[in-house]
């Protein structure tokens, strides 16, 4: 099930037009932040939105933190990239 719903999900965004999140991605691997194609394409297929509380939605593609709650926030898209960057060289 998880796959048919993974495949439904990039067939999707297969269609859709180049959005904002899309560019702020292209920003990152142009400023040199981005280098791993694995996260590159998985920053690609999931989009912060999907971790954000419905009234954060909106700002989505603003490279800040922004809070979901209970005192939390998820990080800006340039801080989770460097981190997942140092983390997949690391892993090698």
């Given at each position: 099930m998880l796959k048919a719903r993974l495949q439904l999900f990039l067939f999707q965004c297969s269609h859709m037009e180049r959005n904002d999140w899309e560019k702020l991605v292209d920003n990152l691997v142009k400023e040199g932040i981005l280098h791993s194609?694995?996260?590159?394409?998985?920053?690609?297929?999931?989009?912060?939105t999907e971790f954000l509380p419905a009234n954060m939605r909106s700002y989505?593609?603003?490279?800040?933190?922004?809070?979901?709650g209970?005192?939390?926030t998820i990080s800006a898209p340039?801080?989770?990239?460097?981190?997942?960057?140092?983390?997949?060289?690391?892993?090698?």
């Amino acid at each position: 099930m998880l796959k048919a719903r993974l495949q439904l999900f990039l067939f999707q965004c297969s269609h859709m037009e180049r959005n904002d999140w899309e560019k702020l991605v292209d920003n990152l691997v142009k400023e040199g932040i981005l280098h791993s194609p694995k996260i590159i394409n998985a920053l690609r297929i999931v989009p912060r939105t999907e971790f954000l509380p419905a009234n954060m939605r909106s700002y989505d593609t603003v490279d800040t933190p922004l809070p979901i709650g209970y005192g939390q926030t998820i990080s800006a898209p340039h801080s989770f990239s460097f981190n997942a960057e140092l983390g997949e060289t690391w892993s090698q």
